[in-house]
């Protein structure tokens, strides 16, 4: 299956399960990949025939910075459902989000999730 990749986008939100997270917010990190064939926009070179990735990152964008959900599950949720449904081409999608700053008493880079969406 083909693929484009959309690495490292990073949206400052509100999400989270503790309220400092929600008063103060904090930086996110997300990567998409999009499962489609590329085989007709290879040929025609097209924008038609493929995915707008400026588009699917305004969709990312808007869910992020966003009214603010508890869990990095419900966001990555919307952001699969978000994209699986504006963009038909697409087959399925791969969302990873991390949060660089989780509030974790410790030293650790980030804390994240991955989900696989499909049609």
Same mark, same amino acid.
């Given at each position: 299956m083909d693929s484009i990749i959309l690495r490292n986008m990073?949206? /400052?939100g509100y999400?989270? +399960?503790f309220?400092?997270?929600?008063? =103060?917010?904090q930086r996110f990190s997300?990567?998409?990949t999009l499962y489609l064939d590329l085989r007709e926009a290879g040929a025609?070179?097209?924008?038609?025939?493929t995915v707008? /990735?400026?588009?699917?990152y305004e969709d990312?964008?808007? =869910?992020?910075e966003g009214p603010a959900y508890n869990l990095l599950e419900r966001v990555a949720e919307r952001v699969a459902e978000e994209v699986l449904t504006r963009h038909p081409r697409l087959c399925g999608v791969r969302v990873a989000i991390e949060k660089p700053s989780a509030p974790i008493?410790? +030293?650790l880079e980030s804390v994240g999730i991955v989900i696989e969406r499909w049609r």
């Open positions: 990073t949206f /400052y999400h989270g +399960a309220p400092e997270e929600k008063a =103060i917010g997300v990567s998409l025609s070179d097209r924008l038609a025939d707008n /990735y400026a588009k699917v990312v964008k808007r =869910i992020l008493p410790g +030293a």
